[in-house]
């Protein structure tokens, strides 16, 4: 179709505007070839006539249809031209709020001059990985796109932002830096990402100023490569800097400031670390306060500093490094205040007591005579002299603004060399991206050399921008197989030849710089005189001192003057030398390696004259100019060896207003930044793209049904195509796409909006006619009835006469008996009848009233007596608990008393042997008294000498003796008292002791009438319970007899028979089961008879053998025969037992008071046998020193006989005296003998009686210690009978739990045989055949029950529930259960939790050994398995689950079998006693719930991963409803993401067959389901966020359609939740976000009330959601309307007293707390076996 019939009415045109570049305007009437005027409707009402020239129609650009008017994609429009791209740019920068637009390959940056919260983490993560064209355009895809195809394809790649001073470019690439530190985390510890960034405001504080246009605006170039490693992190980076432009250090403009880094330091002179600067305000520096205004508004310079000197740290540099730099601009702003006077004429000077200067040279260490010396005169080198020359002031003033330029250019290099030595990092470079920011296309008033440079650096990336987007098509055309037809498109060759050719502006500039006396005059007009004939080269008319070239942009005008100063850039030798001679050596260093790259540098070798004088124009080796074509030259081989990325920023208007649009302003920029170029290019092939499943989708309203049936929707579209555009030559169809021409898809969307409106027409004219005949036919049936009322009417008074009045009277009358009388004949049949039924119902009713109130009646029966009979077992365990804890503790404070008896007894033997002892020491000493008394008669002739004296003495001794008997004898009457008294007490602790064990004895007989009568009461419970069931059986009986006469009739309600079938199955399976129990009561009751009978005879021939050993020797015979009773045929019964006991006590306290008797006649006999053994003791004693002493006397006595006989010869007078001594002596052996027979008979009356005592002791000791061991043996029996008491306790215990377990089994029984028999009502459809297969249920039903109940008691009852494994197969153990088990095996499968079951029944036994040692490693080996698991498997979906549910488990495990009440309230009585009974676990329970819950975090991060790839196809992208589309033209990046992407189709149904696949796996592996609804919770938060965000970031997802989709996924996704049975876990509520969302789209968006109510429903969204959801919305036909700004403005003054979040994004990330609720298994342990395909055969229940 051609381009012409395209103008016809109702199309609307642009026509140019003075005010706004382009207005819109509406076509009158359709145009025809050879009109001369068009005819056009303004948007005022006016009317305009558009002239045209007939021969060539010049017509205006057509505008495009409004669906595609905000495209994200400006490729996507059908009209490519300047009205159309300014026109789209203006709706979504000012009506939608957004500023970024693709436009091809480019990002259209529109600087909002606003913070919007569009840059977030959240953001950069949700653009991380995606394809550029499938979220809205942002910096971020740009970012993403230049990452992954630097990962993908190997290959550099840069980044490349342009614009104009204030359009956002530094801000756009800090923002690209920013992404590239997020996405690749470097992982190391130097964190180079934070590095990288924390650069950017060191370099904005040296290079960025404020200027008229920009508060921070980037003066100087910047081209940062970031370098990447093999793993695509972050290693380094490297920054390259162009052009700064010096000359802001010491001129600014009004309203224009130095660098930032000057006034920062100023606002921070008052800290003590800038004392020493000697730093004064801003506005007293000359250097900072030209510009006027010192601040800027909303910046504060001291924080700024801060984090300058915040980030200067973070890379490394140093205080000493800072100081220096500091030193450094503190002496560029003095030396700029520094005087220069004049001085006569051609000369100057500075004061010397000028405080700037001291304080300058004191800072750098410089001379200042050298200084001021240089600075007012200069040094001339002539061939024969050197001539020092002074300056005047405007020379000096220069020289001085020079050297401050130079100090600062090379304190900026040298920063940027010190950060990107901090950026290196140790590694291995694999790829970099480069972020270029540099200036646009500049033009101002004045253009100096600055702009020069800056225009020639843009032409040069036009060129390399022109023809990358050349290659591109180039590309697109040969991957879609379209013949490539050269396009035409501009070169800028010619321009880039004029400035850098030979003998072109900067070769005759670099030239001119040569010669001394060069001037910009004579420069310009070498310019003139070599360049007069280049068409892009033009003499302005008005000017001698200014030339014009043409750029790609515009014609820019160039002011020479200081073109030459400023690319020489000169500065006197000597100036420099003073600075290389500064003891300052960060400042030398500047200029010594200065001087080291001049000699370095290829140049001219001029030799000078005097090889000691330094020729002073050695800086003009190298230009400016030359330097910058040189470092350009490098930057364009380094972008054409990389992928290029195209960011264009614009500036919408020059007063900073947010969201202000200024059309010129715009459009000129556009112009400037090549987008208009790009879209010409695009313009001249074919622009609009269209895949093949896009066009159906679109244009499927277009075809016929015959061509919408076809299969193959490629072949439908080029059949539909060719049939609707005639002209092949106005598309291509490619292998996946078709190319368009110009203003084709707006003629396929006119066809199709004809074709809608014509649809709709005719669904209007259906419907009118339809109402209309539907009022029709009701005013026609409306006339039809009048005309019969009133035809019958007409009728009636013609017909009507006298007679037939009475005729008709009498008829009615008639007729009226008549009716009556039948009506009167069916009431009373209806009466009657009504009478019967309800005498039959109320009967009916009556009988099933009695029968409820029998059934009632007998209930309460029934449960009087199970409550009575429970209440009376609860009181008999009660009871039974409260005897037995009395019992035992009576029985302990026996064994006491017993053990304290048995103390009192070892006492006395132990005195007993001491006796014997001193008993046989005595009789030693009298055996050696004899043999002194032998002694003594040899030796009594001696004596008789002294024999009187030795009377004396005797008498002596005697009275001595006696006064000392008399005092024994007083001593053994106190001790006889002292005996009795003892001897009293112990008698009444003894009889204290008989009564204790009387009362003992007495207790037992209690219990053990308590016991039998509890026995007697159970047995009398089962016999009742025996006759309830034979009552039950015979009931059973009856009924089966009923049933089977109701089956054998055949023709009975199934119903009935049912229940029949329902009660014999329970008949069946209950009678095997009673009649087991009543064998096993009847057993056992006989059992405990007979024990009852052995226990009695054996107690009794216990009691007889007692009886006769305590009185064998102590009463007569007949006497313990009536003690014992004789009759043998009673003696199992309980009254001949008490009997016998009675005698056993009576025996008892015979033998205990012959026993006491004896004890008290023995006890006195001691004492007084220990009494006289005191005093024999004594008598010896004495004895033996009169023996000594006579002894000493006879020797005396020989010796004096000796002498005597000696002298007898001499004195014969001494034999009267001898004579007289021997009588004497004789006389006193006579005495002696008396003594020595007297003390002979009591020596043996003594040894008699004490021999005799000694027998009679010892036979006592022995019959002593047979009693006691008989009391002992006693006692033993005694506590054997209350042990076997226990034993019959803890039996009737077990009865009762028999019980108990029985009446489980039936019950559980009888709900699964109803189940079984409900599934049976199905299968009855024919009445014979289902009555044989009820039988043969039946009889089925009592096999399995068979055989079920065999195996059952065939289970041994005794295992503990415990594993038994030696302390060596704990690693076997470990690695069998936990490292080597994978959850796909049949045995854990068939018993979900198993391996946490088998751990805890190892721990259990450990607990049960006390083995702390075992116990703890055992726990630290399993928490360390199943971390080691995690860790090697951490992306295993099933293991993660199987492990997250088997730690859970064995958690559970840990707080069930704990021993703490909250946790066993819910156990059964097995589980109580099977709880831990030593150690507490505490500690590893709460270990094992921070592994569980890591688990869960890894189990949950398992599933988002393969979860989220399918959430955005799944819920936006896929048409979920068949016939509603919400497809829509896209773009070059949409299209160039997706050509030949073949990956996965992803629709809702693959979400929820993913969500299913996760249940089923939690399901299966026995997942607690309070954790899966935690887990499906988090997903369907996942879910909503993630379709949220994305929705917010995709403008083409903001539509009616696509909130109908979106609200059709939630239904499916609430149906799964329902279908699962998760409703509760409330993870539908974490979709009412995206809910509210998709309800936004669809709800009117006009009116005050639509404001209300949006704001009243989405409360779960935030303001800055509900607004960028507006403002987003994107009609799909044009029957929609888009939202106002009037209205978005309405609903946002709404929102302000809403509270919400600011975020724009949801947190995927966040996570729901999860908690492990506590939940107690019914599994048995002592019923699990372990598996033998475990390999865990060293395993042994116990």
């Not at 008829?811 to 009388?821: E, L, P, S």
């Not at 497809?1527 to 992407?1541: C, E, L, N």
């Amino acid at each position: 179709m051609a381009l012409l019939e395209l103008y016809t009415k109702y199309n609307r045109v642009w026509i140019p505007d003075e005010e706004h570049v382009w207005k819109s305007a509406e076509i009158k009437r359709d145009f025809h070839s050879g009109d001369s005027v068009l005819v056009l409707l303004l948007e005022d009402g006016n009317e305009h006539c558009y002239s045209v020239d007939p021969a060539i129609p010049q017509l205006p650009p057509l505008r495009n249809p409004d669906i595609l008017v905000g495209e994200n994609d400006l490729t996507a429009l059908s009209y490519l031209h300047e009205p159309a791209v300014l026109h789209n740019l203006k709706v979504r920068f000012v009506e939608s709020k957004i500023i970024y637009t693709y436009c091809g390959i480019i990002l259209v940056a529109v600087n909002p001059y606003k913070q919007l919260p569009i840059y977030g983490d959240a953001i950069i993560h949700a653009y991380s990985g995606q394809n550029m064209g499938d979220m809205d355009p942002h910096i971020f895809a740009v970012a993403e796109e230049a990452y992954k195809q630097m990962a993908r394809n190997h290959k550099n790649q840069s980044i490349i932002v342009s614009g104009e001073s204030g359009a956002g470019k530094t801000v756009s690439a800090r923002y690209a830096m920013r992404y590239f530190a997020v996405v690749s985390k470097s992982g190391s510890k130097t964190r180079v990402e934070d590095k990288v960034l924390a650069s950017n405001p060191i370099t904005e504080a040296i290079g960025n100023a404020k200027t008229t246009r920009n508060d921070n605006s980037s003066r100087f170039g910047k081209y940062t490569e970031i370098s990447f490693d093999k793993r695509y992190r972050i290693i380094g980076a490297n920054m390259r800097t162009y052009l700064l432009e010096k000359s802001r250090v010491v001129f600014q403009a009004d309203n224009e400031r130095n660098y930032h880094i000057f006034y920062q330091m100023c606002s921070c002179a008052h800290l003590p670390e800038f004392k020493n600067l000697r730093l004064l305000s801003a506005d007293e520096f000359r250097y900072t306060c030209m510009g006027g205004d010192i601040s800027i508004e909303g910046v504060d310079d001291q924080k700024d500093m801060q984090e300058t000197r915040r980030t200067f740290s973070l890379l490394g540099l140093n205080e000493d490094f800072q100081s220096d730099v500091f030193k450094v601009l503190a002496a560029i702003l003095h030396l700029g205040n520094v005087e220069i006077r004049t001085v006569g004429d051609d000369r100057s000077s500075v004061p010397s007591d000028d405080p700037h200067l001291a304080v300058f040279c004191e800072l750098l260490c410089v001379s200042a005579e050298e200084l001021v010396r240089w600075l007012c005169h200069r040094r001339i080198v002539l061939v024969a002299e050197t001539v020092v020359k002074p300056v005047p002031k405007e020379r000096a003033i220069n020289a001085r603004d020079a050297l401050a330029k130079q100090i600062y250019a090379h304190l900026f290099d040298c920063i940027i060399n010190r950060i990107n030595t901090a950026l290196q990092v140790p590694g291995k470079q694999h790829a970099f991206i480069g972020v270029l920011d540099i200036y646009g296309f500049e033009t101002f008033d004045i253009n100096s050399f600055e702009q020069f440079c800056i225009n020639y650096a843009n032409e040069k990336l036009q060129q390399q921008f022109n023809l990358h987007v050349f290659k591109l098509e180039q590309e697109e055309y040969m991957k879609e197989d379209i013949p490539w037809t050269l396009i035409d498109f501009y070169d800028n060759q010619p321009v880039i030849d004029l400035i850098e050719a030979k003998m072109g502006i900067l070769d005759l500039l670099d030239e001119e710089c040569f010669f001394p006396q060069g001037t910009d005059q004579s420069w310009l007009q070498k310019l003139f005189n070599y360049l007069d004939a280049n068409p892009l080269f033009e003499k302005p008319r008005l000017s001698n001192e200014a030339f014009v070239i043409q750029h790609f942009a515009d014609k820019v005008e160039y002011q020479c003057r200081g073109f030459l100063e400023k690319n020489r850039d000169a500065l006197y030798e000597e100036l420099l030398d003073t600075l290389r001679d500064s003891k300052f050596l960060f400042l030398a260093d500047f200029f010594q390696e200065e001087e080291q790259n001049a000699l370095n540098t290829k140049g001219f070798k001029v030799r000078p004259a005097r090889p000691p004088v330094k020729a002073a124009n050695k800086q003009l080796r190298t230009s400016v100019g030359d330097k910058f074509r040189s470092s350009l030259s490098l930057l364009m081989e380094t972008l054409n060896a990389t992928t290029p990325h195209y960011v264009r920023c614009i500036k919408p208007n020059d007063e900073k207003l947010p969201f202000e649009y200024d059309s010129r302003r715009v459009v000129q920029q556009l112009r400037a930044c090549g987008v208009l170029e790009t879209i010409r290019i695009s313009a001249q092939s074919y622009p609009s793209r269209w895949t093949y499943i896009e066009f159906y989708s679109r244009y499927s309203i277009l075809m016929s049904h015959l061509e919408a049936d076809l299969s193959d929707k490629k072949q439908t579209c080029k059949n539909v195509l060719q049939r609707l555009i005639q002209d092949p030559n106005q598309y291509k169809f490619g292998r996946t796409k078709i190319f368009f021409r110009a203003g084709q898809v707006a003629y396929l969307e006119k066809l199709r909006l004809d074709r809608l409106r014509g649809a709709c027409v005719t669904i209007q004219k259906h419907v009118r006619g339809w109402r209309q005949r539907r009022k029709y036919l009701a005013i026609r049936g409306a006339a039809i009835i009048l005309q019969q009322y009133i035809r019958g009417k007409r009728t009636v008074r013609k017909a009507v006469t006298a007679e037939k009045l009475k005729q008709g009277w009498a008829a009615v009358v008639i007729q009226r008996h008549w009716r009556g009388y039948r009506v009167r004949q069916v009431y009373h049949v209806v009466h009657l009848a009504s009478i019967t039924i309800q005498a039959f119902t109320r009967g009916w009713i009556a009988r099933k009233r009695y029968k409820k109130m029998k059934e009632e009646h007998k209930a309460l029966v029934i449960q009087k007596y199970a409550r009575a009979w429970l209440a009376r077992r609860r009181f008999q365990t009660m009871r039974r608990l409260v005897l037995n804890v009395q019992l035992s503790y009576r029985v302990q404070q026996l064994r006491k008393k017993i053990e304290e008896q048995n103390k009192e007894n070892r006492g006395l033997m132990e005195r007993l042997t001491s006796l014997a002892n001193s008993h046989s020491q005595t009789v030693d000493r009298l055996q050696v008294l004899e043999t002194q008394l032998e002694k003594s008669t040899n030796q009594k002739a001696s004596l008789e000498a002294r024999e009187k004296k030795v009377k004396e003495d005797a008498s002596l001794t005697i009275v001595q003796l006696r006064k000392e008997l008399e005092a024994l004898n007083s001593e053994k009457q106190n001790l006889e008292k002292d005996f009795e008294a003892s001897t009293k007490e112990a008698k009444e602790s003894f009889d204290q002791v008989i009564r204790s064990l009387q009362e003992e004895k007495e207790d037992e007989v209690r219990l053990r009438k308590i016991a039998e009568n509890n026995i007697e009461i159970q047995r009398q419970d089962h016999e009742k319970e025996v006759e309830s069931l034979k009552e039950e059986i015979k009931r059973l009986k009856e009924e089966r007899v009923s049933l089977q006469r109701k089956l054998e009739e055949g023709e009975q309600v199934t119903s009935d028979l049912q229940e029949q079938v329902i009660q014999l199955t329970k008949h069946v399976k209950i009678i095997p089961e009673l009649r087991r129990d009543l064998n096993n009561l009847q057993n056992q009751r006989n059992s405990a008879d007979r024990k009852l009978r052995q226990q009695s005879e054996q107690a009794k021939s216990k009691m007889d053998e007692i009886a006769r050993q305590l009185l064998g020797g102590v009463v007569e015979e007949e006497v313990l025969l009536g003690l014992t009773p004789h009759d043998p045929d009673k003696l199992y019964e309980m009254d001949d037992l008490l009997e016998a006991f009675e005698g056993l006590q009576k025996a008892t306290r015979i033998l205990e008071n012959h026993q006491r008797e004896q004890k008290e006649s023995y006890e006195t006999q001691v004492e007084g046998l220990k009494l006289k053994m005191d005093h024999l003791q004594n008598e010896n004693s004495k004895l033996q020193n009169l023996f000594q002493e006579k002894t000493n006397v006879n020797e005396h006595i020989r010796q004096e006989v000796s002498r005597l006989n000696s002298e007898n010869s001499v004195i014969p007078e001494l034999k009267l005296q001898i004579s007289e001594l021997q009588r004497q002596k004789q006389e006193l052996e006579g005495h002696v003998e008396e003594k020595n027979r007297e003390l002979e008979d009591k020596d043996n009356e003594i040894t008699n009686t004490l021999q005799k005592r000694i027998t009679e002791e010892s036979l006592q000791r022995r019959h002593f210690e047979e009693k006691a061991e008989e009391l002992q043996e006693a006692k033993c029996e005694l506590q054997g009978r209350v042990e076997e008491l226990e034993e019959e306790i803890d039996h009737l215990k077990r009865l009762q739990l028999m019980e108990s377990e029985v009446k489980r089994k039936l019950r559980e029984e009888t709900s699964r045989l109803t189940a079984e028999n409900m599934d049976f009502e199905e299968l009855l459809d024919q009445k014979d055949r289902l009555i044989k297969r009820l039988q043969n249920q039946i009889k089925s039903i009592e096999k399995s029950a068979k055989a079920k109940h065999t195996p059952a008691s065939a289970i041994p009852k005794d295992y503990l529930g415990m594993l038994e494994y030696n302390r060596d197969d704990e690693p076997r153990l470990i690695k069998n259960i936990i490292l080597d088990l994978r959850p796909r095996g049949v045995v854990v499968n068939m018993i979900p939790n198993l391996p946490a079951f088998l751990l805890f029944m190892c721990v259990r036994h450990a607990d049960y050994l006390n083995d702390g040692a075992k116990l703890k490693s055992l726990m630290n080996a399993i928490i360390g398995a199943v971390k080691k698991v995690i860790v090697s498997y951490h992306k295993d979906f099933e293991l993660l689950s199987f492990w997250l549910s088997n730690t859970y488990q064995l958690l559970n495990c840990l707080k069930q079998y704990s021993g703490e009440e909250e946790f066993q309230k819910q156990s059964t009585p097995r589980q109580k006693k099977n709880c831990l009974q030593n150690f507490d676990l505490s500690e590893h329970r709460q270990i094992l719930s921070d592994l569980a819950i890591h688990i869960y975090h890894q189990f949950i991060t398992i599933m988002e991963k393969s979860l989220t790839p399918a959430i955005v196809p799944g819920m936006l992208e896929h048409e979920s409803l068949q016939g509603i589309s919400s497809m829509k033209p896209t773009g070059f990046r949409k299209r160039s993401s997706s050509i030949y992407d073949e990956s996965e189709t992803y629709t809702i149904s693959s979400i929820l067959q993913q969500l299913t696949d996760f249940h089923s796996t939690m399901s299966h592996h026995g997942m607690d389901q309070g954790l899966v609804r935690q887990a499906v919770k988090q997903l369907f938060f996942l879910i909503g966020a993630t379709t949220l965000n994305n929705m917010m970031l995709r403008k083409d997802m903001c539509s009616c359609r696509k909130g109908m989709q979106i609200r059709c996924n939630i239904s499916y996704l609430e149906e799964w939740l329902k279908e699962k049975e998760l409703q509760s876990s409330n993870a539908i509520d974490t979709l009412k976000p995206l809910s509210q969302a998709a309800w936004l789209l669809q709800v009117n968006k006009s009116t005050d009330e639509d404001a209300k109510e949006i704001t009243e429903k989405c409360t779960e969204l935030s303001p800055v959601q509900i607004v960028k959801i507006l403002n987003s919305y994107t009609p799909i036909d044009d029957f929609e309307k888009r939202v106002t700004s009037s209205f978005v403005r309405k609903v946002q003054s709404l929102l302000q007293e809403h509270e919400g979040s600011a975020q724009l994004m949801v947190d995927t990330d966040y996570r729901f707390q999860v908690m492990f609720p506590f939940c107690p298994s019914s599994q048995a342990l002592e019923l699990l076996q372990v598996p033998n395909s475990l390999h865990l055969d060293f395993l042994t229940r116990i």
